[in-house]
Structure formats: C-alpha cells, structure tokens
Nanobody, 127 residues
Framework: QVQLVESGGGLVQAGGSLRLSCAVS????????MGWFRQAPGKEREFVAA????????YYADSVKGRFTISRDNAKNTVYLQMNSLKPEDTAVYYC????????????????????WGQGTQVTVPS
C-alpha cells in the first residue's frame, strides 16, 4: 500500500517562504507522477503543481507560477514544493498525491486522476 506523508507546513508572514515535503513509501517512487493540491476552508480542492514520473516535466497552476517550484528526489522517495512570495490567498491545507506511471496530460490537474493521497499539511499566511 502506497503511503504519502506531508510535512513542512506552518504559519509564515506574507512574502515569506516555506518548503513542503511529501515522503512516499510502499511503492517504486520513481514510477509515480506526483502532484500538489490545496484546499481552503469552504472551497474545493484545487491543483497547485505536478511533476511527471519519467520526463520530470512540471506543471503549475497560473496562480502559483513563478512563485512555487515542484521538484522530486527519487533517491529519497520525496517530492517537494518550494513556496516563495507567499500571499494570504495561499492559505490552505496542502495535499500531495500520486498517480502510477501514466503520461500526464491535462488530467494531471484534476484531483480525480490521482490514485493516492496524503493527509495534508496546513499552510497559513496571515493577512
């Protein structure tokens, strides 16, 4: 059973930075496309970023492009989300997700495409 565990969330002032980590166990990490999503109170879960399993190609939501960077370390079975220039509207629970081996398309931006999910980590940027 594949398990995903996020860490690195917290409270940070606007303009600050955080790096989220998602450690994956129970599967061959290098075969998984990895994604980050977030969900703010009263809102639907939304796509943030994704990284392909084979090519390493990255995908970003327009709202975070240029501020967030997704990366992966296959040796450590971990995917990261570096978040810079944080804004109050980035406040949410952040979830990582994994999809086995399919070539990412536009579907990689949909939560329903992913097979496995972590429990989430809270990021709070006060206004």
């Amino acid at each position: 059973q594949v398990q995903l565990v996020e860490s690195g969330g917290g409270l940070v002032q606007a303009g600050g930075s955080l790096r989220l980590s998602c450690a994956v166990s129970g599967g061959t990490f290098s075969y998984y496309n990895m994604g980050w999503f977030r969900q703010a109170p009263g809102k639907e879960r939304e796509f943030v970023a994704a990284i392909a399993w084979s090519s390493g190609r990255t995908y970003y939501a327009d709202s975070v492009k240029g501020r967030f960077t997704i990366s992966r370390d296959n040796a450590k079975n971990t995917v990261y989300l570096q978040m810079n220039s944080l804004k109050p509207e980035d406040t949410a629970v952040y979830y990582c997700a994994a999809k086995y081996r399919q070539v990412p398309t536009i579907e990689a931006m949909r939560a329903s495409w992913y097979d496995y999910w972590g429990q989430g980590t809270q990021v709070t940027v006060p206004s």
